[in-house]
C-alpha cells in the first residue's frame, strides 16, 4: 500500500471534502499573492489560522489529504538517494559576454546569420541572471509533477520533495497552462534571509555559509527534505523546455508563465543592442541594490522564429548571450590583525585594511575566518591582499600578494588570552576555532545580550546592538537577567531617550516575558542549540527539569536531538553560573514551562510510536488516539522508537522495527493498551 492514501477519496462527508477544497484554494491564493506577487492581502496571523485549519481538517481525514495540497511543502521523508531524470528538452548554457563589445560582436553576429539585406526586425530582451540553482518544474495538467536540478544539462537530479517545499513554486498553475509544462527557473536565497540564517548558524557554533547560492544549492541537495523547508528558498523562472513551442516570443513565454502564477522577474525589450548595452551598464552598477544577488544580464533575441533560424552551437543557443559581471574584489593592503570575541567565546581573526572600494562598498574590514584560514593562505600583517565581497555580501581576504612583499611583514599570532577579559583560551582537538572558556568574559555578556533580545529569540523592540552596548558600558545591565530589573526612570536620562522611548523599551521587555518557553530555551545562547532544537527540547523537558540535571542519555532520547547537542545542554546546565541565570530569569517571570504537546499521563505518555501499513481505519484515527493517551506519532522507525503498529502489508518499517528488536503491534494488541 502506498505510504499516503491520496486519491482515495471517500465520499462519505461532501461537506468536508468541500470545506478542505475551498480552504486549498484560498490558502494557494494568499500563498501566490505573497510569495510570487510579493503583495500579500491578509496579515500573517490570518494566514497562520487558514494553514492550521487545514491542517486540522486533514488530519482527521487523512484519505483527502492530496500532494498538491498546501500543506504536504513541509517535507516528506528522507530518500536514500536522487533519481536521475533526462531533460526531454535539453537545459542549454549560454555563451558569455565579459566586456561590454562582446554584446556588440554578438548582435553583428546574429545580424549577420539572419541576413543582413533583409533588415530584420530584432528585438532583443534582458533579465537579471540569478546567482542560484538552475531547475526544471514540471507541471503536468497544472499539477507540479517534478522538479529536477539542471545537472549536466541532459540529464539532471529528481529533487520534487525538496521543490515542493519552495513556497513561491505553486503546486497549482492558475489560467490555461500547457498539457505538459515544464518551467525552468533559477532557485536562490534572498539576501537578508542568507544574513539571517548565517547569523543563527553561527550563533549555533555552526560554520557559516559563504554566499546565498551555496546555502540555495546546498538546501536543493539534501536528500531530507525538512532541511529544505526550514531554508528561505524562492525562485525566479525564466524559460520553459517541454510546452514551451506555443509561445512566438520568448517575452511572451515570460508573460504566459507569469499569468500562470509562477514568479517571473520583470525584464525588458530592447529596440537595439546599445540599448542592451546601456541594460548591462547599468546593472553592473547598481547589482548591489537588489535583495537578491545576480552575476550578469541575459541577452536573448525575442523571435521564436529568429531563434529557431539562428539554432545552436555546441550545446549553447546562438541566440542567447549572458554578460557576466566580474567578481567584486579589489587590491589592498593588510595593515593589521585583530580578534573579535563572539558571544560563544569563539575567537575570530579580523584583517584592519586601507580602505578600499570594493563595487561600490567601501571596505576596510574582512574576515579571516580563523587561525587555520590565516595559516593555509599564507597571509601576512602588511601584506598586499586581494579582497573579495564573497557572494557580495561578506567581505574576506582571499590571498595575499607576496611580490610585493617589502620585508616588514610578520606571521599572525592567535592570542593565548582572550584579548577582552584576559583569561587563558582553548581550542579544543579537532576545532578549528579558539575559544575564550570563561563563562563571565564580558564579550560573551555583552553579546548573549544582544543574541537574547534578537528577533528570533526574545524579540525586544529597541533593545538592539547598540542601546545594549550603551546599558552594558554603563553598568547597567550584566546579563539578560539584569534586563528585567531595568526601570523607566533609569533609561530615561540618557542620551538618545525620551519619556516616550523609555517607556517603550520598558513595555517591550515586560511583553518578553510571554514568550513560550522554546524561545526562552533558544535565547539562553546554549551552543549548537538552534530555534528548531530548542523547540525539541522544550517539548519533553522545563525548566526545573534542567536545572535539576538532564542526562546526555534521555535528552538524545527525543527525536532530532544527538549527542553533541545534548552534551552542550548538559555542559550548559552543569554551570553554576548558567544556573544562576536561569534562577534569576525564572524569579523575572520568564517562561519555562515546558511546552506540553500531550497529555504526559496515559498508557503510552513519552512512547514514539510509528503506524505503519494498512489499518481498518484512515491512518488520522490511530494517531489521535495515541495522541490522546501522551504518545508521540513519528515517521520514521529508530532504536528510539518505542512502538510500531502495523497494519496490513507492513513494508520496509516494519523490517526495519524487527531488526531493531522494537516490539511490533497489531491493532487489537494496540486497543488493548489503551485505557
Ligand atoms: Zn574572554
Given at each position: 500500500?502506498p505510504?499516503?492514501?491520496?486519491?482515495?477519496?471517500v465520499?462519505?462527508?461532501?461537506?468536508?471534502?468541500?470545506?478542505?477544497?475551498?480552504?486549498?484554494e484560498?490558502?494557494r491564493?494568499?500563498?501566490?499573492r505573497?510569495?510570487?506577487?510579493?503583495?500579500?492581502?491578509?496579515?500573517?496571523?490570518?494566514y497562520d489560522?487558514?494553514y492550521?485549519?487545514?491542517?486540522?481538517?486533514e488530519a482527521g481525514?487523512?484519505?483527502?489529504?492530496?500532494?498538491?495540497?498546501?500543506t504536504?511543502r513541509?517535507?516528506?521523508?528522507?530518500?536514500?538517494?536522487?533519481?536521475?531524470?533526462?531533460?526531454?528538452?535539453p537545459m542549454?548554457?549560454?555563451?558569455?559576454?565579459?566586456?561590454?563589445?562582446?554584446?556588440?560582436e554578438?548582435?553583428?553576429?546574429?545580424?549577420?546569420?539572419?541576413?543582413?539585406?533583409e533588415?530584420?526586425?530584432?528585438r532583443?530582451?534582458?533579465?537579471?541572471?540569478?546567482?542560484?540553482?538552475?531547475?526544471?518544474?514540471?507541471?503536468?495538467?497544472?499539477?507540479f509533477?517534478?522538479?529536477?536540478?539542471?545537472?549536466n544539462?541532459?540529464v539532471?537530479e529528481d529533487?520534487?520533495a525538496?521543490?515542493?517545499?519552495v513556497?513561491?513554486?505553486?503546486?497549482?498553475?492558475?489560467?490555461?497552462?500547457?498539457e505538459?509544462?515544464?518551467?525552468?527557473?533559477?532557485?536562490?536565497?534572498?539576501l537578508d534571509?542568507?544574513?539571517?540564517f548565517?547569523r543563527?548558524q553561527e550563533a549555533?557554533?555552526?560554520?557559516p555559509?559563504?554566499n546565498?547560492?551555496?546555502?540555495?544549492?546546498?538546501?536543493i541537495?539534501?536528500?531530507?527534505?525538512?532541511?529544505?523547508?526550514?531554508?528561505p528558498l524562492?525562485?525566479?523562472?525564466?524559460?520553459?523546455g517541454?510546452?514551451?513551442?506555443?509561445?512566438?516570443?520568448?517575452?511572451?513565454t515570460?508573460d504566459?508563465l507569469?499569468s500562470y502564477?509562477l514568479r517571473?522577474?520583470?525584464?525588458?525589450?530592447?529596440e537595439?543592442?546599445?540599448?542592451?548595452?546601456e541594460?548591462?551598464a547599468y546593472?553592473?552598477?547598481e547589482?548591489?541594490?537588489?535583495?537578491?544577488?545576480?552575476?550578469?544580464?541575459v541577452?536573448?533575441?525575442?523571435?521564436?522564429?529568429?531563434?529557431?533560424?539562428?539554432?545552436?552551437?555546441a550545446?549553447?543557443p546562438?541566440?542567447?548571450?549572458?554578460?557576466?559581471?566580474?567578481p567584486?574584489?579589489?587590491?589592498t593592503r593588510?595593515?593589521?590583525?585583530i580578534v573579535?570575541?563572539?558571544?560563544?567565546?569563539a575567537?575570530?581573526?579580523?584583517?584592519l585594511?586601507?580602505?578600499?572600494?570594493?563595487?561600490?562598498?567601501?571596505?576596510s574590514?574582512?574576515?579571516?575566518?580563523n587561525?587555520?584560514?590565516?595559516?593555509?593562505k599564507g597571509?601576512?600583517?602588511?601584506?598586499e591582499?586581494?579582497?573579495?565581497r564573497a557572494?557580495?555580501?561578506i567581505?574576506?581576504?582571499?590571498r595575499?600578494?607576496p611580490?610585493?612583499?617589502?620585508?616588514?611583514e610578520?606571521a599572525?599570532e592567535?592570542p593565548?588570552?582572550?584579548?577582552?577579559c584576559?583569561?587563558?583560551?582553548?581550542?579544543?582537538?579537532?576545532?578549528?576555532?579558539?575559544?575564550?572558556?570563561?563563562?563571565?568574559?564580558p564579550?560573551?555578556?555583552?553579546?548573549?545580550i544582544?543574541?537574547?533580545s534578537s528577533?528570533?529569540a526574545m524579540?525586544i523592540?529597541?533593545?538592539?546592538?547598540?542601546?545594549?552596548?550603551k546599558?552594558?558600558?554603563?553598568?547597567?545591565?550584566?546579563?539578560?537577567?539584569?534586563?528585567?530589573?531595568?526601570?523607566?526612570?533609569?533609561?530615561?536620562?540618557?542620551?538618545g531617550?525620551?519619556e516616550?522611548?523609555?517607556e517603550?523599551?520598558?513595555?517591550?521587555?515586560?511583553?518578553?516575558k510571554?514568550?513560550?518557553f522554546?524561545r526562552?530555551?533558544?535565547?539562553?545562547?546554549?551552543?549548537?542549540?538552534?530555534?528548531v532544537?530548542?523547540?525539541?527540547?522544550?517539548?519533553r523537558?522545563?525548566?526545573?527539569?534542567?536545572?535539576r540535571?538532564?542526562s546526555?542519555?534521555?535528552?538524545a532520547?527525543?527525536?532530532?536531538?544527538?549527542?553533541?547537542?545534548?552534551?552542550a545542554?548538559?555542559?550548559?546546565?552543569?554551570?553554576?553560573?548558567n544556573?544562576?541565570?536561569v534562577?534569576?530569569?525564572?524569579?523575572a517571570?520568564?517562561n519555562f514551562e515546558r511546552?506540553?504537546?500531550g497529555?504526559?499521563?496515559?498508557?503510552?505518555a513519552?512512547?514514539?510510536v510509528v503506524?505503519?501499513?494498512?489499518?481498518?481505519?484512515?491512518?488520522?484515527?490511530?494517531?489521535e488516539?495515541?495522541?490522546?493517551?501522551?504518545?508521540?506519532?513519528?515517521?520514521?522507525?529508530s532504536?528510539?522508537?518505542d512502538?510500531?503498529?502495523?497494519?496490513?502489508?507492513?513494508?520496509?518499517?516494519?523490517?526495519?522495527a524487527?531488526?531493531?528488536?522494537?516490539?511490533?503491534l497489531?491493532?487489537?494488541?494496540?486497543?488493548?493498551?489503551?485505557p
Amino acid at each position: 500500500m502506498p505510504r499516503r492514501t491520496y486519491n482515495r477519496v471517500v465520499a462519505e462527508d461532501p461537506d468536508i471534502r468541500g470545506g478542505i477544497e475551498d480552504l486549498r484554494e484560498r490558502i494557494r491564493y494568499h500563498n501566490r499573492r505573497y510569495y510570487v506577487e510579493d503583495a500579500p492581502e491578509i496579515t500573517d496571523a490570518e494566514y497562520d489560522a487558514l494553514y492550521k485549519e487545514l491542517e486540522a481538517l486533514e488530519a482527521g481525514h487523512p484519505e483527502l489529504v492530496t500532494p498538491d495540497s498546501p500543506t504536504q511543502r513541509v517535507g516528506a521523508e528522507p530518500l536514500e538517494e536522487f533519481e536521475q531524470v533526462r531533460h526531454a528538452v535539453p537545459m542549454l548554457s549560454l555563451a558569455n559576454a565579459r566586456k561590454l563589445e562582446d554584446l556588440r560582436e554578438w548582435d553583428a553576429r546574429v545580424r549577420r546569420l539572419l541576413g543582413e539585406d533583409e533588415e530584420p526586425q530584432l528585438r532583443y530582451v534582458t533579465e537579471l541572471k540569478i546567482d542560484g540553482l538552475a531547475v526544471s518544474l514540471r507541471y503536468e495538467k497544472g499539477l507540479f509533477a517534478r522538479g529536477a536540478t539542471r545537472g549536466n544539462g541532459a540529464v539532471g537530479e529528481d529533487v520534487t520533495a525538496n521543490l515542493r517545499t519552495v513556497r513561491s513554486i505553486p503546486e497549482k498553475l492558475s489560467d490555461d497552462p500547457p498539457e505538459v509544462l515544464e518551467a525552468r527557473g533559477e532557485v536562490y536565497i534572498p539576501l537578508d534571509r542568507f544574513e539571517e540564517f548565517n547569523r543563527r548558524q553561527e550563533a549555533e557554533g555552526k560554520r557559516p555559509f559563504a554566499n546565498p547560492r551555496n546555502l540555495a544549492a546546498g538546501s536543493i541537495r539534501q536528500l531530507d527534505p525538512r532541511i529544505a523547508a526550514s531554508r528561505p528558498l524562492s525562485v525566479f523562472c525564466y524559460g520553459v523546455g517541454e510546452g514551451g513551442e506555443r509561445y512566438e516570443s520568448h517575452s511572451a513565454t515570460l508573460d504566459a508563465l507569469r499569468s500562470y502564477g509562477l514568479r517571473v522577474n520583470p525584464y525588458k525589450v530592447h529596440e537595439e543592442i546599445g540599448s542592451v548595452v546601456e541594460e548591462c551598464a547599468y546593472w553592473t552598477r547598481e547589482r548591489g541594490s537588489l535583495g537578491y544577488q545576480i552575476d550578469g544580464v541575459v541577452v536573448k533575441v525575442d523571435s521564436r522564429e529568429q531563434q529557431r533560424a539562428l539554432g545552436s552551437v555546441a550545446k549553447a543557443p546562438r541566440w542567447a548571450i549572458a554578460y557576466k559581471f566580474e567578481p567584486l574584489a579589489a587590491h589592498t593592503r593588510l595593515e593589521d590583525i585583530i580578534v573579535n570575541v563572539g558571544r560563544t567565546g569563539a575567537l575570530t581573526p579580523q584583517a584592519l585594511l586601507a580602505p578600499v572600494n570594493v563595487g561600490g562598498v567601501t571596505i576596510s574590514r574582512a574576515t579571516l575566518h580563523n587561525e587555520d584560514y590565516v595559516k593555509e593562505k599564507g597571509i601576512l600583517v602588511g601584506d598586499e591582499v586581494v579582497v573579495e565581497r564573497a557572494g557580495d555580501v561578506i567581505p574576506q581576504v582571499v590571498r595575499a600578494i607576496p611580490e610585493e612583499r617589502t620585508g616588514g611583514e610578520h606571521a599572525f599570532e592567535m592570542p593565548k588570552t582572550c584579548p577582552v577579559c584576559g583569561e587563558p583560551v582553548a581550542r579544543p582537538e579537532g576545532e578549528a576555532v579558539t575559544r575564550c572558556v570563561n563563562a563571565r568574559c564580558p564579550a560573551q555578556a555583552l553579546e548573549h545580550i544582544i543574541h537574547w533580545s534578537s528577533k528570533a529569540a526574545m524579540d525586544i523592540e529597541g533593545l538592539g546592538e547598540k542601546v545594549a552596548t550603551k546599558l552594558f558600558d554603563l553598568g547597567l545591565i550584566k546579563d539578560a537577567a539584569d534586563v528585567y530589573g531595568l526601570r523607566p526612570e533609569q533609561l530615561e536620562p540618557l542620551e538618545g531617550f525620551g519619556e516616550k522611548s523609555a517607556e517603550n523599551l520598558a513595555r517591550a521587555i515586560e511583553k518578553s516575558k510571554e514568550q513560550p518557553f522554546p524561545r526562552v530555551l533558544y535565547a539562553l545562547g546554549i551552543r549548537h542549540v538552534g530555534t528548531v532544537t530548542a523547540g525539541l527540547i522544550a517539548g519533553r523537558f522545563g525548566g526545573e527539569d534542567l536545572l535539576r540535571g538532564v542526562s546526555v542519555e534521555q535528552l538524545a532520547e527525543i527525536e532530532g536531538i544527538g549527542n553533541v547537542v545534548a552534551q552542550a545542554v548538559v555542559d550548559y546546565f552543569a554551570l553554576e553560573d548558567n544556573r544562576n541565570l536561569v534562577e534569576r530569569l525564572m524569579a523575572a517571570g520568564l517562561n519555562f514551562e515546558r511546552e506540553a504537546t500531550g497529555p504526559s499521563e496515559g498508557p503510552f505518555a513519552g512512547k514514539r510510536v510509528v503506524i505503519t501499513g494498512t489499518l481498518s481505519r484512515p491512518r488520522g484515527y490511530f494517531v489521535e488516539r495515541l495522541e490522546e493517551a501522551g504518545g508521540t506519532f513519528t515517521s520514521s522507525v529508530s532504536k528510539n522508537t518505542d512502538y510500531v503498529l502495523a497494519g496490513e502489508e507492513a513494508g520496509s518499517k516494519l523490517e526495519k522495527a524487527n531488526a531493531l528488536g522494537v516490539p511490533v503491534l497489531d491493532e487489537a494488541a494496540f486497543e488493548e493498551l489503551l485505557p
